[in-house]
C-alpha cells in the first residue's frame, strides 16, 4: 500500500514486485522521509525508512512583481531562492546589462545574492533580474521587477512652490525575536515579531537557506507559531516587516532536539594512489551525541551492479575525518558521510566523486659500463708476485671494489675478487711467474 501527501505523487509512482519503489520525473517537493512496511496479515508487519534527498539547479520563488524601497535609507534588492545544493552565486542585471556592484558607491552583494544599497538614491531606479547557480547550474531567471523608490519625509518637489508631504513611515520593529531557541521535535513553539509603521506593515517569515515545508502559521500580530516541530524547522528563520516604504528584517536561530543528526556538510576527500582522506563539518547533532561512517562505491562497479556495492567504515568518536585504505589506483571513487544519534540515522551528505592517483612507473638506473684498470704490472719479489694498477680514467659512478683473475692455460680463475676500492697493489703468494 503506497500512501502519499499529495496527488501529484501518487501518479508518478509505482511500487515493482520485489518491494522497490520507483519515482519518476523527480520533483523537488518529493523530498522526504520514505518508509516501507511488508505485510501478510501475521503479526505486527516491520517497518524501515529511507531519507530522500533531491537535488536540483537553483531556481527564483516568488520574485516580488515590484520591489519597493525607501529613498534615503538602507534597501534591499533581493533574489528569493530555492536550491539543493545550496545556491553558490547570484548574477544580477539592471535595465538589461549585467550589473556590477563595485561602481555603485555603498553597495554589497551579500552571501545569499541579494544587494544591500546603504543608501537609497535614484541611482537605485530600473528593472531588475536576478539568475541563481549552485553546482547543478540554474533553472534561469527572475522576471524582471522594476524598482521603485517611496518617500516618506516632507520633500520639496522640484518645480513647486510649496512642499509635499507623504505620510509614509518605514516600518520598525516593535518586538523583535530573541537570538536563539531551543525546543523539543513535536513541541508547541511561538517566536515573537511585531513592528508598526504607516501603512501598517506586513510580517512574513521565511527560512534561510533550504525553504521548510514543514507547517507553520503567521499570528496576526506576527509572531510565528509551530503547532508541532519538526526537524526540518531547524535553522535561521528572518522575520520580514514590508510596507510600501522599504522592508526590514530580523533573524533567529532554532534548535530542534530530539531528532535524529543533519547531514555532514563540506566534504573534502584527497586520494593518493590506494587510499583517499575524507574530511567533513558535522551537521546538527539533533540535541544527542553523534557518530559518523562513511561510504564508498567504486563508480564502474555500482554502475554495473546497482546502488547496493556500497562499503562503510565506521569512524572513531569525536573524529571528524578518515583514511579510507584498500582502494584502486587510477579509478573514480564515490564518498559520502553519515551521521547517527541513538535516535537513527540522518541522511546522507552530497556525495563526493575522485580519482586516484596512478602508481609511479619506477625508471631503472641506467647500466653504466667501467673501462678497465691502467698499467697493470707484475713484479716478482722474496714474498711473491707484486701486481699494481691505476685506477679507470674518468670514472663517474664509485668504484665498489676490484676482482683480479689470473690463468694458466684456457680457463680464468679467481685470484680475488675482495679488493678493496682505494687499493692498486696486490701481492700474489705462491703463484708461478
Known amino acids: 500500500m503506497l500512501f502519499c501527501p499529495h496527488s501529484d505523487l501518487?501518479?508518478?509512482?509505482?511500487?515493482?514486485?520485489?518491494g522497490s519503489l520507483i519515482i519518476s520525473q523527480v520533483k523537488p517537493e518529493d523530498a522526504g522521509k520514505y518508509t516501507c512496511s511488508p505485510s501478510n496479515s501475521l503479526g505486527r508487519p516491520p517497518s524501515a525508512s529511507a531519507h530522500l534527498t533531491v537535488q536540483y539547479p537553483a531556481r527564483v520563488v516568488n520574485m516580488p512583481p515590484v520591489i519597493y524601497v525607501a529613498i534615503g535609507l538602507p534597501g534591499y534588492i533581493r533574489c528569493p531562492v530555492d536550491a539543493n545544493p545550496p545556491v553558490t552565486s547570484v548574477k544580477w542585471k539592471k535595465d538589461g546589462l549585467p550589473l556590477r556592484v563595485e561602481k555603485y558607491p555603498g553597495w554589497t552583494q551579500m552571501e545569499d545574492g541579494s544587494i544591500r544599497v546603504a543608501e537609497v538614491t535614484e541611482d537605485s531606479l530600473g528593472t531588475y533580474t536576478c539568475v541563481p547557480y549552485n553546482v547543478l547550474g540554474t533553472m534561469g531567471q527572475s522576471p524582471p521587477a522594476p524598482l521603485v523608490l517611496k518617500l516618506y519625509l516632507w520633500s520639496l518637489l522640484p518645480g513647486l512652490n510649496h512642499r509635499h508631504v507623504d505620510l509614509q513611515e518605514p516600518p520598525k520593529f516593535s518586538v523583535v525575536p530573541g537570538g536563539e531557541y531551543r525546543q523539543e521535535a513535536g513541541r508547541e513553539l511561538v517566536i515573537p515579531c511585531e513592528a508598526e509603521g504607516d501603512p501598517f506593515p506586513n510580517i512574513t517569515w521565511r527560512k534561510v537557506g533550504k525553504p521548510s515545508r514543514s507547517k507553520h502559521n503567521v499570528l496576526p500580530t506576527g509572531s510565528l507559531q509551530f503547532k508541532s516541530l519538526s526537524k526540518e524547522d531547524h535553522g535561521e528563520w528572518e522575520c520580514v516587516a514590508t510596507n510600501v516604504a522599504t522592508s526590514i528584517t530580523a533573524s533567529t536561530h532554532l534548535l530542534v532536539i530530539g531528532t535524529s543528526p543533519h547531514a555532514p556538510t563540506n566534504i573534502h576527500v584527497s586520494a593518493s594512489t590506494t587510499s583517499a582522506n575524507v574530511s567533513w563539518e558535522p551537521g546538527y547533532d539533533g540535541g544527542h551525541e553523534q557518530t559518523f561512517s562513511v561510504w564508498y562505491g567504486h563508480v564502474v562497479k555500482r554502475?554495473?551492479?546497482?546502488?547496493?556495492?556500497?562499503?562503510?567504515?565506521?569512524?572513531?568518536?569525536?573524529?571528524?575525518?578518515?583514511?579510507?585504505?584498500?582502494?584502486?589506483?587510477?579509478?573514480?571513487?564515490?564518498?559520502?558521510?553519515?551521521?547517527?544519534?541513538?535516535l537513527g540515522t540522518g541522511p546522507f551528505s552530497e556525495v563526493v566523486t575522485v580519482n586516484t592517483l596512478v602508481f609511479?612507473?619506477?625508471?631503472?638506473?641506467?647500466?653504466?659500463?667501467?673501462?678497465?684498470?691502467?698499467?697493470?704490472?707484475?713484479?716478482?719479489?722474496?714474498?711473491?708476485?707484486l701486481l699494481t694498477w691505476i685506477p679507470p680514467a674518468n670514472h663517474t659512478s664509485p668504484i665498489d671494489r676490484y676482482i683480479m683473475e689470473f690463468r694458466l692455460g684456457e680457463r680464468w680463475d679467481v685470484l680475488d675478487d675482495a679488493i678493496p676500492a682505494g687499493e692498486t697493489e696486490l701481492l700474489a703468494r705462491d703463484l708461478v711467474q
Open 10 to 18: 501518487k501518479r508518478r509512482v509505482s511500487i515493482l514486485i520485489d
Open 303 to 342: 554502475a554495473q551492479l546497482g546502488p547496493h556495492d556500497w562499503l562503510s567504515v565506521p569512524v572513531p568518536v569525536a573524529q571528524n575525518w578518515l583514511l579510507v585504505h584498500g582502494l584502486e589506483s587510477e579509478t573514480a571513487y564515490q564518498f559520502s558521510v553519515l551521521a547517527q544519534n541513538k
Open 360 to 385: 609511479p612507473i619506477s625508471t631503472p638506473e641506467p647500466l653504466v659500463l667501467l673501462t678497465p684498470p691502467r698499467c697493470l704490472t707484475a713484479n716478482r719479489t722474496q714474498q711473491g708476485i
